[in-house]
T-cell receptor, first 118, second 111 residues
Framework: GAVVSQHPSRVICKSGTSVKIECRSLDFQATTMFWYRQFPKQSLMLMATSNEGSKATYEQGVEKDKFLINHASLTLSTLTVTSAHPEDSSFYIC??????????????FGDGTRLSIL | TQLLEQSPQFLSIQEGENLTVYCNSS?????LQWYRQEPGEGPVLLVTVVTGGEVKKLKRLTFQFGDARKDSSLHITAAQPGDTGLYLC???????????FGSGTRLSIRP
């Protein structure tokens, strides 16, 4: 089945550091990728929609200068948390939707990245 | 903003009991998915329902999409400890451009 890989799976770093998370679709091309954030004991909140070759669309309340998204190829999107602070500590999950006719293609989720800022 | 409210938020029951989780919204969705998530992992798709009134069964799990495509339910028969997890409904918006997750139901099945 379709596989989405996230890297790293876990990262711990000091406050003020910028952290990059990669999301790869391993066996399909994804024109659209999505980035979600999940705080403990809460649901997934959509942060932004990433379209290959164009600027990401951010959800209301998500700072685009804080969370930089790049979707340079059909198999890779990156999320960079710039100047991370403890309140950015969370579980970040990406998902990818295969290229194809219609936007009802299923979304495939990665296993998430646990970000801890000290 | 399309909101999906799930109830109950938490549920702890004995093995062998039945349960129902509800997912409600004031918005119409083109499709609705149910996911199960284990701690530290991404959500895993259980089912997608598309047609109003649709019922799908997956072993002991029964999923129903409301006639108006605004709500859904997940019924588990004879729950087992392996059913423990976070259950999430997720709706695809009218333009089918993105999936919005419900508030989640944390299910715990006691042996």
């Amino acid at each position: 089945g379709a596989v989405v890989s996230q890297h790293p799976s876990r990262v711990i770093c000091k406050s003020g550091t910028s952290v990059k998370i990669e999301c790869r679709s391993l066996d399909f091309q994804a024109t659209t990728m999505f980035w979600y954030r999940q705080f403990p004991k809460q649901s997934l909140m959509l942060m932004a929609t990433s379209n290959e070759g164009s600027k990401a669309t951010y959800e209301q309340g998500v700072e685009k200068d804080k969370f930089l998204i790049n979707h340079a190829s059909l198999t890779l999107s990156t999320l960079t948390v710039t100047s991370a602070h403890p309140e950015d500590s969370s579980f970040y999950i990406c998902s990818a939707r295969p290229a194809g006719p219609g936007s009802n293609q299923p979304q495939h989720f990665g296993d998430g990245t646990r970000l801890s800022i000290l | 903003t399309q909101l999906l409210e799930q109830s109950p938020q938490f549920l702890s029951i004995q093995e062998g009991e039945n349960l129902t989780v509800y997912c409600n919204s004031s918005s119409v969705f083109s499709s609705l998915q149910w996911y199960r998530q284990e701690p530290g992992e991404g959500p895993v798709l259980l089912v997608t329902v598309v047609t109003g009134g649709e019922v799908k069964k997956l072993k002991r799990l029964t999923f129903q999409f409301g006639d108006a495509r605004k709500d859904s339910s997940l019924h588990i028969t004879a729950a087992q400890p392996g059913d423990t997890g976070l259950y999430l409904c997720a709706g695809r918006n009218s333009s089918a451009s993105k999936i919005i997750f419900g508030s989640g139901t944390r299910l715990s099945i006691r042996p």
